[in-house]
Every structure is written in structure tokens, then in C-alpha cells.
Nanobody, 125 residues
Framework: QVQLVESGGGSVQAGGSLRLSCAAS????????MAWFRQAPGKEREGVAT???????NVAASVKGRFTISKDSAGSTLYLQMNSLKLEDTAMYYCAATQNACGVVGFAAHGFRFWGQGTQVTVSS
């Protein structure tokens, strides 16, 4: 069973930076699409960024140029570097994984089978 555990959330002022981590375990193969999603109160969960098994990434337009998704060489830890944070980035951030191809599942939350418990990011003025 794949397990995902996020860390690194917290409170930061607008313009600041945070780096989220997601420790992954229980893989039976390397062909996973990994992703970061976020959900603000009263809003639907939205995809932030994805990365496939060979390191190709896709980043949502709302965070492009500010957020970077990456993973370590073993593929066991996923990262989200968040720079120039804005008030509207405040949300619970989730790590997710699927054996579907990133190019197929895109940012569709229902396409991701495995989820972490989330880590809160709060941006203040």
C-alpha cells in the first residue's frame, strides 16, 4: 500500500517562501505520476503541479513561475518549492500519486488513487 506523508507547511508572510515535502513509501514500481493539490476553505481541490517518473513536470497557470515541483533521485520524496507566496495560496496542500500517466490524468483529482493527509499553508499580509 502506498503511503504519502506531507510536511513543511506553516505560516508565512506574502512574498515569502516555503518548501513542502512528501515522503512516499510502499511503491511496487517506479511508474507513478506524483502531484501536489491544494484546497482552500469553500473551494474545490485544485491541481498545482505534477511530475512523472522521468521528471517531466506540469505546473498550473496560477502558480507558474513561482512554484516548482521536484523529487529526489530515488523517487521517494516529492517536493514543492513555493516562492513569492500570495494570500490566495492559502490552502491545505496534498500530495497525491497514481499509476495513471500524468499526461492522461492531468489535474483531475479523481484520477489519483493515493493521498496524503495534507499540510496547511497560510499566507498573511
Amino acid at each position: 500500500q502506498v503511503q504519502l506523508v506531507e510536511s513543511g507547511g506553516g505560516s508565512v508572510q506574502a512574498g515569502g517562501s516555503l518548501r513542502l515535502s512528501c515522503a512516499a513509501s510502499g511503491y511496487t514500481g517506479s511508474n507513478f505520476c506524483m502531484a501536489w493539490f491544494r484546497q482552500a476553505p469553500g473551494k474545490e481541490r485544485e491541481g498545482v503541479a505534477t511530475i512523472n517518473n522521468i521528471g517531466s513536470t506540469n505546473v498550473a497557470a496560477s502558480v507558474k513561475g513561482r512554484f516548482t515541483i521536484s523529487k529526489d533521485s530515488a523517487g521517494s520524496t516529492l517536493y514543492l518549492q513555493m516562492n513569492s507566496l500570495k494570500l490566495e495560496d492559502t490552502a491545505m496542500y496534498y500530495c497525491a500519486a497514481t499509476q495513471n500517466a500524468c499526461g492522461v490524468v492531468g489535474f483531475a483529482a479523481h484520477g489519483f488513487r493515493f493521498w496524503g493527509q495534507g499540510t496547511q499553508v497560510t499566507v498573511s499580509s
